[in-house]
């Protein structure tokens, strides 16, 4: 929502649709923490990184993950970047 400046309800049917369509993965590993989405190695594809490993989510980097989208949005925010990769 912050990155596309959108809705929540704009935000979560583009994230659906992402991930019905392959381009994403959801994992929701903790309880009470956010639902962390992940590109695939096709949405990676898609988006010209091919080059790049999908994130191995689990329980112990679910945290440290999160932590870097919210990082990555603030600083395309702050600085005006068009996109921050990691």
Do not use: K, N
């Amino acid at each position: 929502m912050a990155r596309f400046g959108v809705g929540r309800t704009v935000a979560y049917r583009r994230l659906r649709a992402l991930v019905d369509h392959g381009l994403l993965t959801r994992h929701r590993l903790v309880h009470g923490q956010p639902t962390l989405y992940a590109a695939t190695r096709h949405g990676a594809a898609w988006g010209g990184m091919s080059q790049v490993e999908p994130a191995r989510v689990g329980v112990a980097t679910i945290r440290h993950w999160t932590v870097c989208a919210r990082l990555a949005a603030i600083r395309e925010r702050e600085r005006g970047c068009r996109e921050v990769l990691g």
